[in-house]
């Protein structure tokens, strides 16, 4: 019987609409089916008893608004070897819904989210990480095709929210967390440096 051995974990953080997914989502598919995803943002709390103007004043940029004791025990699960149903999150009626979904104990676990290095439980646990630096006009507009095609928010509400949370949150906790990476990468001006990673982790694999 093969001995299990421990997965090699990646962060991958940065700002809303920095490209976090799509450099996870690439990493995955290079790696074929030696890559699982973890995403922070399944792990936020569930407020469906949240009405009215409490509802609009709802920080979802803030490192509260996520139950990352959750993550760091399904992660914890993973490193074990054991496969974890982590839950679904819908980002139109911020509620948990009832189904979940499967994810794997494979040789790499790859755990993306605005404060993958900002918690202290999680960043301990990571082998290697990145924090993706992209421009806030540049992340603006990404976010704002993100949630009128993804998340079913319209402009007014993107820009609410990026004015009032977004921004600021940034500033105060996701820009300070970059000091914690292993890589800084300038997205725009170092296209290559995702195939490098690429590279990098196949060799860790061999």
């Known amino acids: 019987m093969k001995r299990f051995k421990r997965p090699l974990v990646l962060g991958v953080t940065g700002g809303s609409g920095s490209g976090k997914s799509r450099l ?10 030696r890559a699982s995803i973890l995403c ?5 709390r569930d407020n469906r008893g949240v009405g009215g ?10 490192p509260k608004s996520l139950e990352t004791s959750y993550c760091v025990r399904q992660l914890d699960r ?3 070897g054991e496969p974890v ?10 509620t948990r819904q009832a189904e979940t979904r499967d994810v794997l104990p494979e040789p790499v676990i790859i755990v993306e989210g605005l404060f993958v290095l900002h918690e202290p439980e999680l960043r301990k646990r ?6 993706i630096d992209v421009p806030d006009d540049m992340r603006l507009l990404r976010r704002v095709r993100r949630d009128s ?4 928010v319209d402009l007014e509400e993107t820009l609410r929210l990026y004015e009032n949370y977004v921004r600021p949150m940034h500033a105060k906790f996701i820009a300070p967390s970059a000091r914690h990476a292993r890589w800084v990468w300038p997205q725009l001006d170092e296209e290559r440096f995702k195939v490098r990673l690429l590279a990098l982790l196949k060799k860790r694999l061999r």
């Open 78 to 80: 993973l490193l074990a």
């Open 40 to 44: 922070q943002d399944w792990y936020y």
């Open 24 to 33: 996870a989502s690439y990493i995955k598919e290079g790696l074929g089916g």
């Open 149 to 152: 095609v993804e998340r079913r």
């Open 53 to 62: 103007e409490a509802r609009e004043q709802l920080n979802f940029d803030h």
């Open 85 to 94: 149903r982590a839950p679904v999150y819908d980002y139109a009626t911020h």
């Open 126 to 131: 990571l082998d290697l990480s990145v924090f």
